[in-house]
């Protein structure tokens, strides 16, 4: 082979990559799925057994950066929800991508015991308010539509009960976060879980990726650890990542969620 000949192919391959990688950060939302395939991924874990009401649920996808790149809800129409969860999903959402790592998922779920007063953690969810601008803003009408005004903004809000998870992607890594909210907190866990495994996001770096949880194949798993302790409602949680019980029912397929790839 000649020398113009490697030259020129070299710089070929090379050029494709930069192509490629052009492409890959051409838009904000690359790396994650579009609104309907969340809707379809949403409503298949909504529809199976998750312990709590049965409700119909919302849930967002922000990217790394905070910015919301999907809503969606079950059920017909826009009001067969709490109206309220639309945000909180959001809150949710941000939560888990702003304060899981590479190396560390956290769930919203194992934040709950650390900011209790006396908590490693407490305050933290004053920390980062919502964008009411965001949150808020546009028409209600196209709430939870592949239009939702809150697409493209950066909702903040920090969230501390269950229903927000990171976003690891096989071969980008961490890439966001899923809020879930519409249920009982330990169900949003549940649904949000099986909504991550749907969309194909729960790919976490063997031997690499940790988290609180003490499951290796559940890293960000609910942790169901309280001890009821006079004078408190929630009680103590032996790790400090624990979060109340909702239901026997949520707790028990908690336990049996799908394993993260």
Not at 23 to 52: I, K, V, Y
Request: charged share 10%; net charge neutral.
């Amino acid at each position: 082979m000649s020398r113009s000949l490697r030259v020129f192919l070299i710089a070929t391959s090379v050029m494709t990559v930069l192509r490629a990688d052009v492409a890959r950060a051409a838009g904000p939302c690359d790396d994650l799925p579009s609104q309907s395939a969340l809707r379809a991924a949403l409503s298949a874990a909504q529809s199976e057994s998750n312990g709590g009401f049965g409700l119909n649920m919302w849930a967002t996808l922000v990217n790394r950066d905070g910015i919301v790149c999907a809503v969606a809800f079950t059920g017909v129409s826009r009001g067969d929800q709490w109206p309220g969860s639309r945000v909180i999903s959001a809150q949710k959402a941000n939560t888990a991508n702003a304060f899981s790592l590479p190396g560390l998922a956290l769930s919203t779920a194992n934040l709950y015991s650390a900011v209790q007063g006396g908590g490693s953690l407490f305050g933290l969810q004053h920390s980062n308010p919502v964008n009411t601008d965001v949150a808020y803003g546009g028409s209600p009408s196209a709430y939870g539509t592949a239009s939702d005004p809150m697409v493209g903004g950066r909702i903040g809000g920090v969230n501390v009960f269950g229903g927000g998870l990171g976003l690891y992607s096989a071969p980008r890594g961490l890439v966001g976060g899923i809020g879930v909210s519409g249920d009982s907190s330990c169900a949003d866990h549940n649904i949000a879980w099986r909504t991550r495994a749907n969309l194909g996001l729960d790919h976490f770096a063997p031997n690499q990726t940790g988290g609180v949880s003490g499951d290796a194949q559940r890293p960000d798993n609910i942790v169901y650890d309280i001890t009821p302790q006079a004078g408190q409602m929630e009680g103590v949680s032996a790790g400090g990542w624990g979060h109340p019980v909702c239901s026997a029912a949520a707790k028990t397929i908690a336990g049996g969620l799908p394993a993260v790839k």
